[in-house]
């Protein structure tokens, strides 16, 4: 019999394991991994330096599994990150009219992802893509409000069997210089599945429609592909993140 002052010993079936690394990151761990090998014939002192360099390398363009949740009604984190932003905004014209979210104004949730984020984008609900949109820009700071603008930026508008369409933009930012996408137009995806990335820092930008109620609060962290940004019909989040 197990004594009543000494847990039983267990053995655990989960394992931790350093998450994939994305193919588009090969070739920049291969870039880091050749410097250091040149500055370490120069000076040995360099090395661990670099050897740190290769490693935060391949950890920004880490690609964890995620487990998404399954339900009706819910708008999943297209983005790893903090929620800078909760507010009534005047729809991109890039997304606005009938082929798009219309023209009202709708609650743009902002996610500022940091270089330290993960920064695997994925779709926050399971439908078709009907837009894709591309606009080349400037490199603000994407924390900023006019980056929405002014930025480099890609637009995506995604419809589930309902009819509901949600919109996200993908915002580069002071260090990011490309934006990669992975579908287009036309794509059926899954809720919390892959579409793109933007190298080293920047920002998601998610529209609600009027029945979806944020359900995160400013100053929290969400994980793509789980954390529940919004909900049809759903009951209004308050709270401050501490």
């Known amino acids: 019999m197990a004594s009543l002052d000494k847990p039983p010993v267990t053995t655990s079936t989960v394992k931790w394991r ?13 870039i880091a991994t050749g410097i250091t090998l040149l500055l370490t014939i120069v000076s040995h002192v360099l090395f661990w330096p670099m050897v740190g360099v290769v490693i935060w390398v391949a950890t920004f363009f880490r690609d964890p599994i995620r487990t998404t949740p399954q339900g ?27 082929n798009g979210l219309g023209d009202a104004p709708l609650v743009r949730v902002s996610i ?16 078709t893509i009907r837009q894709v949109v591309y606009i080349s820009g400037k490199f603000l700071n994407a924390d900023l409000d006019k980056a929405s603008d002014e930025n480099e930026r890609q637009h995506f508008v995604v419809e589930d069997r309902h009819g509901m369409r949600i919109g996200f933009t993908q915002i580069a ?5 490309r934006i990669l996408g992975f579908v287009k ?52 989040v308050g709270g401050i993140a501490q």
């Open 18 to 30: 350093f998450p994939a690394v994305h193919p588009e990151g090969h070739k920049y761990i291969a």
């Open 185 to 236: 137009a036309g794509d059926m995806v899954a809720v919390g599945q892959r579409i793109g990335l933007i190298r080293f820092g920047s920002r998601v930008d998610v529209y609600l429609p009027d029945h979806v109620v944020p359900q995160v609060c400013l100053g929290q962290r969400s994980i793509a592909g789980e954390t529940v940004l919004g909900r049809v019909g759903g009951v209004p």
């Open 72 to 98: 009706e009604g819910l708008i999943v984190a297209p983005a790893d990150g903090l929620i800078t932003m909760i507010q009534r905004v005047p729809i991109p014209r890039e997304l606005a009219g009938e």
């Open 112 to 127: 500022f992802m940091s270089v330290f984020d993960v920064h695997i984008n994925r779709t926050p609900i399971a439908g």
């Open 173 to 177: 930012g002071l260090v990011a210089r």
